[in-house]
């Protein structure tokens, strides 16, 4: 199945940073890409550990969203993340995509990588999504 924009309006956070969200229901696969610019680098000109631990975040979270339902609006928050940096990105795309290693109905394990244009892995991260009960989101999921 193709990646699918979600259809609903995106986080001022999203918009702020300059990524975009895609996902695959099927897969249960969530991805975040960014188009590097001046903005996103730290002092030494790479992409800002920061950025990087964001992408990595939200394309897990959305990831953990997606096993509960194929439009990624179940509500889940971030236990744990762990990054580990790989290599340095300066310029082009970069895009994270998470994957459920485990867990069960309220707590998810999803690994994410983060990759360039040309696939060289830059950071990968293993995280713990807990779902959140009783919002106005989970009821609407």
Known sequence: MPLVRPDRPLLPLFEAMGYGVEFDPDAIEAHCALEISSLHLNRQGGLHGGVAATLLDTASGITASLSCDPRGTTPFLTLSLNVNYMAVARHGRVRATGRITGGGGTTKFV????????GRLIA??????KRVRGTALEDAA
């Not at 690994?111 to 040309?118: A, G, I, K, Q, Y």
């Not at 990968?124 to 999504?129: C, H, I, L, R």
């Open 111 to 118: 690994s994410c990588d983060l990759r360039d244009e040309t």
């Open 124 to 129: 990968a991260s293993t995280g713990v999504f």
